[in-house]
């Protein structure tokens, strides 16, 4: 069974960090792409970052480049978001996806809450 479990959201001070983390199981993690998006209260789903199935490539939403990191660790199956230096505007909830362009498989977890105070 396809899991995907997002953790790590809570409450943080503008200028804080958070690391969120995405567990994946029953499928083959290192054949997909994982993706972070954020949905803020009353606003469409906006992707976050992305990372490739071997972890060489990285991409971000223009207003997190340099204070959001994504990672993953293939041995544990698991992506990571690393956010420094948070702002309220980054408040909302933040899903781990896991995509295979190849087949267009698509695997999303259930979400995790992060609220940034000013």
């Known amino acids: 069974q396809v899991s995907l479990v997002e953790s790590g959201g809570g409450l943080v001070q503008a200028g804080g960090s958070l690391r969120l983390s995405c567990a994946a199981s029953g499928f083959t993690f290192t054949s997909y792409a994982m993706v972070w998006y954020r949905q803020a209260p009353g606003k469409e789903r906006e992707l976050v970052a992305v990372?490739?199935?071997?972890?060489?490539?990285?991409s971000y939403e223009d207003s997190v480049k340099g204070r959001f990191t994504i990672s993953r660790d293939n041995a544990r199956n698991t992506a990571y978001l690393q956010m420094n230096n948070l702002r309220p505007e980054d408040t909302g909830i933040y899903y781990c996806?896991?995509?295979?362009?190849?087949?267009?498989?698509?695997?999303w977890g259930q979400g995790t809450q992060v609220t940034v105070s000013s």
């Open positions: 990372i490739s199935s071997g972890g060489r490539e990285t």
């Open positions: 996806c896991a995509k295979r362009p190849s087949t267009g498989s698509t695997y």
